[in-house]
């Protein structure tokens, strides 16, 4: 079957600074990938579409200059989140398409 | 716009139970639908599908049936087990563009007891 990793699987960072969340598709090359940010409890909340080669398109209420998303390659985007800060806390999930979506395991941010 | 409305949670059953998780939706065009699982602390897991009306999709003893009269995809296992506790989501995509973007409902959570 399809594999989606993620890493790092959980981060911890002080406010302020940035970090970086990888999503590898291992076994197929995937054109577009999505992001999602899952509070406690709650449903996926789709962030942006990142497609291999030019821009990510986000959606209504997500800060691009925030959430910076690459995709450099057919099998890897990047999230960063910029100056994190303690309400970006959250469970990071990303998925890439085949002939479905496959998801990664999540990221868990803690921002201190 | 396209929406899923799942039946709210948490749902708990002992062991051996019969499971239902209702879920509708509301769509333009014809989607294909979804049942993802989440076990604690990871991501999702596609758990089964459907593209068509009438279809059944089924894994892992769950099954679902698309009912486009009734805009329906419940989600049902005959006997369930500790192993199964885990938040379940319905989902819908559109073939409208190339992204095929995923809808969800709010996810119900189960908890099977031993």
């Known amino acids: 079957g399809a594999v989606v990793s993620q890493h790092p699987s959980r981060v911890i960072c002080k406010s302020g600074t940035s970090v970086k969340i990888e999503c590898r598709s291992l076994?197929?090359?995937?054109?577009?990938m999505f992001w999602y940010r899952q509070f406690p409890k709650q449903s996926l909340m789709l962030m942006a579409t990142s497609n291999e080669g030019s821009k990510a398109t986000y959606e209504q209420g997500v800060e691009k200059d925030k959430f910076l998303i690459n995709h450099a390659s057919l099998t890897l985007s990047t999230l960063t989140v910029t100056s994190a800060h303690p309400e970006d806390s959250s469970f990071y999930i990303c998925?890439?398409?085949?002939?479905?979506?496959?998801f990664g395991p999540g990221t868990r941010l803690t921002v201190l | 716009g396209d929406s899923v409305t799942q039946m709210e949670g948490p749902v708990t059953l002992s062991e051996e139970a019969f499971l239902t998780i209702n879920c509708t939706y509301t769509?333009?065009?014809?989607?294909?639908l979804f049942w993802y699982v989440q076990y604690p602390g990871e991501g999702l897991q596609l758990l089964l599908k459907a593209t068509k009306a009438d279809d059944k999709g089924s894994n892992k003893g769950f099954e679902a049936t698309y009912r486009k009269e009734t805009t329906s995809f419940h989600l049902e296992k005959g006997s369930v087990q500790v192993s199964d506790s885990a938040v379940y989501f319905c989902?819908?995509?559109?073939?409208?563009?190339?992204?095929?973007?995923?809808?969800f409902g709010s996810g119900t959570q189960l908890t099977v007891l031993p």
């Open positions: 076994d197929f090359q995937a054109t577009t």
């Open positions: 998925s890439a398409t085949r002939d479905t979506q496959y």
């Open positions: 769509a333009t065009g014809y989607p294909s």
């Open positions: 989902a819908l995509t559109t073939p409208s563009g190339s992204a095929r973007q995923l809808t």
